[in-house]
């Protein structure tokens, strides 16, 4: 007798719970997804149509909640990750090929020579929005392209080439790009997958245009699932729109000419003029780094200063 009242009191529980959520607009079917599924779907992105899985989102949302998804999509398009400290010229120990470093170069862009480069073979790594350009960002240089995913999307290598970096441990899964692949191509080109849940391939490995070579993710700096996507010629960045028109995912032309102005994103950022704060009562690095959107090793570096330094009121800091 008290097992039957108690289901009945469970069925009665159920049909207010479903008969509340159909009354505010929620999805009227509850299932349970894995967490990485749940972000992806919150995000309900909208595949290229050359994606194989592009009906594979089904979740039934109202007009109200759709507006919000859209809210927090520019939120997260606007508070992506932060690279820190991966980008550094003239990071160079003498040799080109650098397993370790992501430039290995001691190149400027006023030593770069005119060149034409065949990029006709390029394959797109990942189908989807861009989330975030190249340029500068929050008082410091965005190297790459970022494109929405959901964790697990299989990415793919733009050119034949071979592995130069593959970075991959627990140390990194915090930090900067995460776990990422670096590739080098014959076109003299570089290519970066940054975020990746797990990467497919090893150093000095072979890879062909369209080959496996990670699983997108949301490691490093990242505030949702997305791949970081570079281009570089020794070392210096290229905004990667002046070669791939990321609508469709195909080159512009199959021919690339490298000039200095190839590099014009990159450099209207190492001639922006710098940028300063001033102290007031209750500051801390810590307080003006996030502010700015920048790191306290950041801050230290550009004015000279220990993470325990006093900072007196009024005191002018750079933070650009």
């Known amino acids: 007798m008290t097992k039957k009242i108690t289901t009945k009191l469970l069925s009665v529980c159920i049909i207010c719970i479903m008969s509340t959520l159909s009354v505010v607009g929620k999805p009227l079917f509850i299932k349970w ?12 992105t909208p595949l290229s149509p050359n994606h194989k899985d592009r009906d594979s989102l089904s979740f039934i949302y109202d007009e109200e909640f759709e507006l919000s998804i859209a809210e927090l999509d520019t939120l997260n398009m606007e508070l992506d990750e932060d690279e820190e400290d991966m980008f550094e010229e003239g ?9 370790t470093k992501v430039n290995p170069f001691n190149i400027t862009i006023e030593s770069i020579t005119d060149t034409v480069i065949n990029v006709s073979t390029y394959s797109h790594p990942n189908y989807n929005v861009v989330t975030s350009e190249c340029g500068e960002r929050w008082g410091r240089f965005h190297a790459g392209t ?4 959901r ?3 299989t990415i793919r290598a733009a050119f034949d080439g071979k592995v130069r970096i593959m970075r991959y441990n627990k140390k990194f899964r ?7 692949v670096m590739l080098r ?31 997108g993710g949301n490691t490093g700096r990242s505030t949702g699932p997305h791949l970081h996507f570079e ?27 490298i000039t200095k102005a190839s590099f014009e994103d990159y450099n209207k950022y190492l001639h922006s003029p ?11 690095l810590g307080r003006i780094a996030r502010k700015y959107r920048t790191s306290v090793k950041r801050l230290c570096a550009l004015n000279r200063i220990r993470p325990n330094t006093t900072l007196r009121v009024g005191r002018r800091i750079r933070v650009k």
Do not use: C
């Open 33 to 44: 997804i894995p967490k990485t599924e749940t972000i992806s779907g919150f995000h309900k």
């Open 91 to 99: 990071d160079t120990t003498g040799s080109s090929w650098d397993a």
């Open 146 to 149: 970022d494109m929405r995913l």
């Open 151 to 153: 964790v697990g999307d």
């Open 174 to 180: 915090k930090k900067g790009y995460g776990h990422f």
């Open 185 to 215: 191509h014959p076109n003299g080109l570089e290519t970066l997958y940054g975020h990746l849940y797990k990467p497919l391939v090893k150093v000095n490995q072979e890879v062909k245009a369209g080959e496996p070579i990670g699983l």
């Open 231 to 257: 281009f570089r010629y020794k070392g210096l960045p290229i905004n990667a729109r002046k070669i791939v028109d990321f609508e469709t995912g195909k080159v512009l032309s199959p021919k690339y000419e």
């Open 274 to 284: 710098a940028k300063y704060h001033k102290v007031r009562k209750g500051d801390t």
